[in-house]
């Protein structure tokens, strides 16, 4: 049995997938780092009032998310622009509600992009990426053909679960097709903090004329661990954008929760340390999980250049399930069906490398042996 070398929460909806059995939870994308001291102080310090009312973000925490913009991706945002969320999928769907007309997105993909549309109901374009030079790619031409169609683009950049830091080459060419067509942009940057290798340039940087039909959805929520705080948020620089985005929360989009706003303050303000630290970590466990996984003949992936998630081909080894066949040697990941159309991805499957050294030890141990043996 792989024992956790810590004590996962006792209401972690990973660990609690497998409860009683000794299967190493490598799926839904939380990590079993604890976040920083000073979230837990400023969580801490703000619980003793006892007051739990509504709550609404307030200037020092408003002016720790533009330091933070400055800082980290010399971007100059006014406070207008933010409007706070109580997750980024909601903002998927908000961004879905607002923009009448069919939505185009890039697969395999995190699977709310290809749910929020049909709830909206909204009609969903899709592209598959594409394998070359090393990594997964646009297509630009069949991208070209495909988004005259629509009116809005998701985005996700980092690219969960391929693992793709977009480079500024190819965010201009997505920006000029998007300019082509007349598509509005929701541009997912949940993952741009945990860029491995580089910089994150937000997509609205590119330009003013980009930023004006750019939606950006942000949160501290992957990064400091704290997403079950539910804290996000959106930067929309034009204000009739902005303004149809908000209307189209009306109802519907409840109050962020006051911890999730102290949270957030605390880990955009002083958290830059942990972060540096996590990042050693994640690049350590990127590099042995790629050196591992290419090892063996039947399965190969990627580099991950964001993010703590691994996007593994197991068409090689020639099986209708691998999900499954992981999961019974001991590894939960995640079903690469659940990132496509039909079963397009079915022969994928994504790992979740947020773990303690040892427990990723082990699940590429099992991993191997399965695929070796099974
Ligand atoms: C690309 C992407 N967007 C959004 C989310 C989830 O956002 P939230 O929990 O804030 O709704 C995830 C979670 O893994 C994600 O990978």
Redesign the pocket.
């Known amino acids: 049995m792989a024992k956790p070398t810590f004590t996962p929460a006792a209401d972690s909806v990973r660990w609690n997938r497998y409860a009683g059995r000794d299967v190493i939870p490598l799926w839904?994308?939380?990590m079993d780092f604890p976040s920083p001291p000073a979230v837990v102080a400023a969580l801490q310090e703000r619980i003793t009032s006892g007051l739990f009312g509504y709550g609404q973000p307030w200037p020092s925490l408003i002016d720790t998310i533009i330091t933070h913009c400055q800082r980290a991706y010399d971007w100059a945002i006014d406070s207008d622009w933010l409007v706070w969320?109580?997750?980024?999928?909601?903002?998927?769907h908000v961004a879905c509600r607002a923009i009448e007309g069919d939505v185009f997105t890039a697969t395999p993909?995190?699977p709310?992009?290809l749910t929020a549309p049909s709830c909206q109901r909204r009609h969903l374009l899709t592209l598959p990426l594409v394998q070359s030079g090393g990594g997964w790619c646009w297509d630009f031409a069949a991208a070209d053909a495909i988004m005259k169609a629509a009116r809005l683009f998701l985005l996700?950049h980092p690219?969960?679960p391929v693992g793709r830091a977009w480079r500024e080459d190819e965010l201009w060419q997505l920006a000029a097709l998007a300019e082509k067509h007349d598509l509005v942009v929701c541009s997912?940057e949940?993952?741009c903090d945990l860029t491995l290798q580089g910089r994150h340039r937000p997509f609205a940087t590119l330009s003013p004329e980009i930023a004006a039909r750019t939606i950006t959805?942000m949160?501290p929520?992957?990064t400091y661990n704290i997403?079950g705080l539910?804290c996000?948020f959106a930067i929309i620089s034009d204000p009739i954008l902005r303004q149809r985005f908000t209307a189209a929360m009306q109802g519907i989009v409840p109050h962020v929760n006051v911890l999730g706003l102290v949270a957030c303050e605390a880990a955009y303000r002083d958290g830059e340390a942990w972060r540096q630290d996590l990042l050693t970590t994640l690049r350590s466990h990127a590099a042995k999980v790629e050196r591992s996984i290419n090892a063996l003949p039947e399965l190969s992936m990627h580099s991950v250049e964001a993010?703590f998630?691994a996007w593994i081909d197991c068409r090689e080894w020639g099986r209708e399930h691998p999900a499954a066949e992981f999961e019974k040697a001991g590894v939960g990941l995640s079903n690469g069906r659940d990132f496509g159309p039909g079963t397009a991805y079915g022969q994928f499957v994504r790992l979740n490398f947020g773990t303690t050294t040892p427990l990723i030890d082990e699940a590429l141990a099992r991993i191997a042996h399965a695929s070796q043996t099974g």
Do not use: E, T
């Not at 969320?85 to 998927?92: E, K």
């Open positions: 839904v994308a939380d969320l109580p997750g980024l999928v909601p903002g998927l993909v995190y709310p992009f996700c690219h969960n997912d949940i993952h959805l949160a929520s992957k997403a539910g996000s993010s998630l």
